[in-house]
């Protein structure tokens, strides 16, 4: 069987063991393909572009965005965590090529993300635990599946 559909799967680099169960929890439903970012698939220097040149955004049929809270922040005095800048920017970038419909960010817990969401699909996963990545819950299994 073909899969047709080609969902990006991003992360933060300290995050890559979890966008891993994301992953797979894509490649299990009929005709997706989760496509994730490693240092093979762009080609330096020319973001969001794919391997032979070919647009990155005309390939995937959608996103899936890991915000982890991986950057410490203080804001009028109090600390917060953050996802790192490239995957803010990715989600902007791919949410204006492909559609607020077609990019979903999982937030982990303790991860800020934007207070004003309108149109942001956002799936609450679990707490993120560094060094111990492990499989998702059932209700964001699901959730990725919709």
């Avoid at 490649?27 to 070919?54: L, P, Y």
Wanted: glycine residues 6%.
């Amino acid at each position: 069987m073909t899969k047709d559909r080609k969902i990006f799967v991003g992360s933060s680099t300290e995050a890559l063991a979890e966008a891993a169960f994301i992953a797979n929890v894509i490649e299990k439903q009929t005709g997706m393909e989760a496509v994730g970012w490693n240092r093979d698939a762009f080609a330096v220097g020319r973001t969001h572009c794919w391997r032979q040149s070919r647009d990155f955004h005309s390939i995937i049929t959608g996103a899936v965005l890991l915000a982890t809270p991986d950057v410490s922040c203080k804001r009028d005095g109090k600390w917060f965590s953050a996802p790192v800048a490239n995957v803010v920017f990715e989600y902007g970038y791919l949410a204006a090529r492909l559609t607020r419909e077609r990019v979903a960010i999982c937030r982990f817990k303790e991860a800020e993300v934007p207070s004003d969401r309108g149109g942001m699909k956002v799936i609450h996963v679990k707490e993120y635990l560094k060094q111990n990545a492990s499989a998702l819950p059932r209700n964001a299994e699901e959730a990725l599946s919709a």
